[in-house]
């Protein structure tokens, strides 16, 4: 190392051996570490000590000693020069006194003062292969000082090679290879200095230098891109994390590798490098505790009285890593916004790797806790498309709404209003769908996305019905987007001639659909085109060209066309209006060789049932259905098999061959829940068994069976073996049979017990959707309720069948609960849910007239009007759903209380308690409502008459109205 030599080693006087003694064990301060500070804050060398002729050599030598204790350099160099010039001018040393020991002090003194050059010239003599008397240890030591002068004048290129030449030593190896690293760097060579800093870090202890040439090669192989590198060596550092002093360091340097990751596509890499950075306050924390385990080291190396130049430079470097740690932490204190930009960068690895949820959580986390960080907006827009990817289509609109209510001008807005829409529009949720796409179109028109968006918004329009508006926007893109850039022109002319035809303006339709095939003859909706053309000539009843045009396009079309079987099923449409019974049968057999969508195979299954059964050819039609559900177990419209099999028999007096065959379907599938339509079969299976036997003439009316006889035979129908027999799913489908029996042979109260037992036995999670619907609705409905069953019963169907047949039982009996818990923002939501999510096939009733009940809960008075009268106005719901709308219509014209409202509401409740008056609790409803409505308007006689005439009605005298009706006439009386 480079501590000062003994200049001899024989006996001398006491004072010359006092002088080698001490100069042989003086520490050499101020050695250098180049690369943390530069030369200037070395001290200035003071001027050559005048020479003094004729001093003896030993006074000289003891003098220079006294220099170096006082840590005067510059004087030590310039005495041990005058030594160096006698010597060389032929006198001689002290006796034991060695040259080589001298000029080692004497260029690490003149290395200490900054005389660079010097220190140089004399490391160079002493490590000359031609010098023999220098030890291998004093050549390393002069090595050393030589490439650490070179690299203090910023020649690091020259000094690379001398400090590889000191790495010969075992004693200087590991700062050779230290300093020829940050020498190799400074001179731009990378990889030179990544290799020489794996060698130092393969081999030398783990100490806080080695620290820092770890952090130091992390850098580097940043800075070459080699990341997988890169992550190794903070894999390697992770190891020995109590040795690193700078921990903002080491952040700053994971931050960069984490963004280079991200940048370089590996985002799970990203997300390694990113968990290692601490948030602040820990990193403060933590920060703190080493600034002090480093102070407090410092303090200890600067008592020591002996130390080598090497020693001394650590504990220079030491110091100048203590500012560094200091200045930096004093800056990351002033960072306000540092936690939320490490966690918009953890959110967006999070991302990109594929964990949505995951970004989701972190960006709510910046959007809570750092309200006024920029990283807010992005982090919103991250929300947004986190939870779009992730498939909550819910929780993206309601972020998306978030979003824009908070940044309604961002950048980022129209992006995350096109999410939100898309997300909407896959979870059919058009009319939010809608809302998005219009605030996006009008607020950001001049945006990118504004194309696309209108061509969004007319699908979403054309999907909900509007066709008129959808028209209306295809001709508006049409007019804004003009010229070859315009991406969606084809789209939009083929989709505005598709919304006329929706319309119903059937000859302007083809006129349109014609001009797309002239503006686009080889289009990507040609062949749907030339379809939808022969459908049109159909509609307008022109059979003859209509049937030319399927004709044309069965022979022209591709044979994989996926529309063929449409087509053909179009030409066994055109044939049948023409009475060309066999051919149309022929072509709808045609069509059921292609691919068809399940609504379209049942329509041309039926229609052929329907031929078949018009030339009385029932034999074909049940082997048609015979076929279908032998070739398809599993399709849904093996129902609709059974269904058509059963009756087609029954037509045929075959009632056992039918009830045979509805029973082995039934019972093929009778253990598996998750088979939702086996329900379905078994209501019809209950309708057969609870017919009663046909008389036969001439012989003697058959005896009806009992119940119970009945309900034999349903275990015998369905529970065929003993492993069925114990199967709770197929015990539970048995008794729901039994109860729709009882409902066939008008027995609801043995209906009700069945279905109490079945609740009774059976956990609802072995219960299918079907059986939960109807056993949710009758503890509903029964005396006394029993909400918390029914909820049960509701909420198994949407959270473990939500895509089931009968999912809207479950939207609609939770919406109904809702109601009676006075939530109406939450019963809405169901009943939504009911229709757009379940497409409501049982409940479409229910969950109408349950939106309208929410509604006027809410008090949106319109809304509610307009559904009210939707379900007033259908026929096919006629019935007490019909009376409680026109009682509900009275009562929002009630509140509303205008003089024309009162007049409506009138109107409103006197047409409930006279035209429906089986409807006894609206009846009595409506008198009050009536009476109600002629206080209003000042008419208290008539509100009078109104009263004594409800009390007149016996049928009404039990119900909770007419005491209140009783009190109400003695108060206007």
Known sequence: MLACPRFNNTHRPARTRRVAVALTTTLLLLAPAFLLAPPSTFAQAKPAAPVIPQIPLPQILAEAENNITQRRPADAAALLDRVLSRVAE???????????????????????????????????????????????????????????????????????????????????????????????????????????????????????????????????????????DARNGLDLLRKDLPLVDNLAGLNILSLQLGDALLAAGDPAGALTAYRTVLDKAELLRQQAHRTRRLETAIERAKLLTTADATTLDTLRRAQARLDQIKTAAAEIEKLKNYDATLLFRLGTAFQQRGGAWEAAIVFEEIITRHPTAPERENAYYGLVRAYSDAGRFDKTSAAAERFINAYPNSQFAPQALYLAAMAAGQRKLLATQLEFLGIATKRFSQSELAEPMTMMKANALFSSGLYAEAGQTCREYLATYTGSQAKFREDATYLGAMATLAEGRITDAAGQIETYLKTYPNGRFASDAAYRLAATDYARQNNDAALKRTQDWLATAEPGNPQRGEVASLQGDILATLGRT????????????????????????????????????????????????????????????????????????????????????????????????????????????????????????????????????????????????????????????????????????????????????????????????????????????????????????????????????????????????????????????????????????????????????????????????????????????????????????????????????????????????????????????????????????????????????ERLASLPETATARQRLAALE
């Not at 400074?186 to 990544?194: F, G, H, K, M, Y």
């Not at 379209?600 to 039926?606: A, E, F, K, T, V």
């Not at 809410?858 to 096919?876: H, I, P």
Request: net charge positive; with cysteine.
């Open 582 to 953: 066999p051919e149309a049968i022929t072509a709808y057999r045609t069509a059921l060789e292609y691919s068809l969508s399940d609504d379209q195979l049942g329509y041309i299954l039926d229609e052929l049932t329907r031929l078949y059964q018009s030339t009385r050819d029932f034999e074909s039609a049940i082997a048609l259905w015979e076929n279908f559900a032998r070739e398809h177990p599993d399709h849904p419209l093996t129902i609709n098999a059974a269904y058509w099999i059963a009756r087609l028999n029954t037509r045929l007096g075959r009632t056992d061959a039918a009830l045979t065959r509805v029973s082995e379907i039934a019972a093929r599938y009778i253990t598996e829940p998750d088979r939702d339509s086996v329900e379905r079969l078994l209501v019809e299976l209950s309708a057969l068994i609870a017919r009663p036997p046909r008389a036969i003439r001439g012989q003697p009316k058959p005896t009806v069976p009992t119940l119970d006889q009945l309900f034999a035979r349903v275990d015998k129908e369905l529970l065929v073996n003993g492993s069925v027999r114990q199967n709770p799913t197929a015990q539970a489908r048995a008794l729901f049979v039994q109860s729709e029996i009882a409902n066939f042979r008008k027995n609801p109260a043995r209906s009700a017990e069945i279905l109490d037992r079945l609740a009774a036995l059976y956990p609802i999670d072995t219960l299918p959707p079907g059986i939960l619907g109807k056993l949710g609705d009758h503890m509903l409905n029964k005396t006394p309720p029993a909400p918390d069953l029914a909820r049960a019963c509701y909420t198994r169907i949407v959270t473990a069948y939500p895509k089931s047949i009968f999912a809207d039982f479950g939207y609609a009996g939770l919406g109904q609960l809702a109601l009676r818990d006075g939530n109406g923002e939450e019963a809405l939501q169901q009943f939504n849910n009911a229709i757009d999510l379940a497409g409501a096939r049982f409940k479409l009733l229910d969950a109408t007239l349950g939106r309208a009940r929410a509604l006027l809960l809410l008090n949106r008075l319109d809304d509610a009007k307009d559904l009210y009268e939707q379900v007033a106005g259908n026929r096919t719901w006629r019935g007490e759903a019909t009376a409680e709308s026109v009682y509900s219509l009275g009562q929002i014209f009630l509140k509303r209380g205008t003089p024309e409202d009162l007049a409506q509401a009138q109107a409103r409740f006197q047409r409930v308690y006279i035209s429906y008056k089986k409807w006894t609790p609206w009846v009595a409803k409506s008198y009050l409502g009536s009476a109600d409505a002629f206080e209003k308007l000042g008419q208290k006689q008539e509100a009078i008459n109104t009263l004594r005439e409800m009390l007149r009605q």
């Open 90 to 228: 032929g006198e001689k040393l002290p006796q034991g006194a060695d040259i080589n020991r001298i000029r080692l002090t004497a260029a690490t003194t003149h290395f200490q003062s900054q005389n660079f050059p010097r220190a140089i010239a004399i490391a160079q003599q002493l490590a000359d292969p031609k010098n023999r008397d220098a030890t291998d240890s004093q050549r390393a030591e002069a090595r050393m000082i030589h490439g650490l002068s070179l690299a203090l004048q910023q020649k690091y290129a020259d000094a690379i090679p001398i400090f590889r030449a000191a790495e010969q030593s075992i004693a200087h190896r590991d700062k050779a290879l230290l300093y020829g690293a940050m020498s190799a760097q400074q001179a731009s060579q990378l990889e030179t200095a990544a290799a020489t800093y794996t060698r130092l870090l393969t081999t030398a202890a783990h100490d806080r230098d080695w620290a820092d040439a770890a952090l130091s090669l992390i850098s580097i192989r940043i800075q070459q891109k080699k990341l997988p």
